[in-house]
């Protein structure tokens, strides 16, 4: 038997700073620069009841783990479910299941962080967050991990959602977070434009953007929904986290193909390739940038093996015992 550590989200919850995830995802992501192997999700849609089951995996040789999500989302629950398996990438044994539900808003938002500190300019310090769900939150900590942010402009339809979350996050930052009218408020004069929404068309208008921001957009997965518009796409250098998710499901990216105003030689680098050098990040002051932030593998078992290296630590999880094929299979 092989024994398994299973960590619940409360195992996972508070286990680690957002600096610790940030650090572990760049680790994750220099590796995908340098061949390590990931893969665009693979997503089935359910009819009735209405739902998607979604799977990404990765292998990180330095890391030393491989796994990632497969997590159901809708159906009769109306809810998320994730789980997440996590193996040696050396011997191929299990090392851990774990809840994924917890971690999700950080290791998704230490991907929006890294990017920014790719592409932003180093003295940004000012921010737009377009939405206020979890995510959001999860990417305006990242965010203030890698830059000295003052001022942040955050936009929700839903008064009393823009409202609460400036007020949360007013107390947990440093910085002046405030709850604006529209999203062209938020994005004019910003630094850094993060997307964190469910809305299935454009949630700004591109011709707000000032010369020198970069934008991060992480709500959306599906070829038929954007949060970005093509004005945007075609003024900005266009980062996605893997260039094949990019094809497969960037609703911004189809989208503005289709139109015919780009091209896929429009995609400039992975974030992976970046990281290592291996292609250029931001060359000047004026240049937009756009990060499309899907979700992959890389993120989820970066940050799924640095949180089961913390959990041994502290003693952790659950012992459990899965049995090899060549123990199991008789």
Request: proline letters at 4%.
């Amino acid at each position: 038997m092989t024994e398994t550590l299973f960590l619940t989200s409360e195992d996972t919850r508070g286990l680690a700073t957002m600096d610790e995830y940030v650090e572990a995802v760049r680790d994750g992501y220099r590796e995908v620069g340098t061949d390590a192997p990931a893969a665009p999700r693979q997503k089935l849609v359910n009819g009735d009841p209405p739902g998607i089951l979604t799977s990404y995996l990765s292998i990180l040789p330095e890391t030393g783990a491989m796994g990632g999500y497969t997590y159901a989302a809708g159906f009769g629950d109306v809810d998320a479910h994730f789980f997440l398996p996590l193996f040696d990438a050396e011997s191929g044994a299990p090392l851990a299941l774990i809840d994924g539900a917890a971690m999700n808003p950080y290791k998704t938002g230490a991907v929006g962080g890294v990017a920014a500190d790719a592409l932003a300019r180093p003295d940004a310090e000012t921010a737009a967050i377009i939405g206020t769900g979890a995510q959001a939150k999860g990417q305006l900590r990242a965010l203030t991990a890698v830059r000295d942010l003052s001022t942040v402009n955050v936009y929700s339809p839903t008064t009393d959602h823009r409202e609460s979350f400036a007020a949360t996050m007013n107390e947990e930052l440093e910085a002046a977070v405030g709850a604006v009218a529209s999203s062209d408020a938020a994005v004019e004069g910003a630094d850094v434009v993060v997307t964190a929404t469910d809305a299935t068309e454009p949630v700004f208008d591109g011709d707000v953007l000032d010369d020198g921001t970069h934008v991060t957009a992480m709500g959306q997965y599906d070829e038929s929904a954007r949060e970005l518009d093509t004005d945007t796409l075609a003024r900005a250098k266009y980062v996605p986290d893997l260039h094949d998710r990019a094809l497969s499901d960037s609703g911004e990216f189809l989208t503005a193909r289709e139109e015919g105003v780009i091209d896929e030689e429009h995609i400039h680098a992975e974030l992976g390739e970046i990281l290592t050098g291996e292609a250029s990040g931001r060359e000047d002051r004026e240049e937009i940038t756009v990060f499309d932030s899907g979700g992959t593998g890389v993120e989820t078992v970066a940050a799924a093996h640095m949180l089961y290296e913390k959990a041994k630590d502290a003693g952790l999880g659950q012992p459990i015992d899965l049995a090899p094929a060549s123990e199991a299979l008789r």
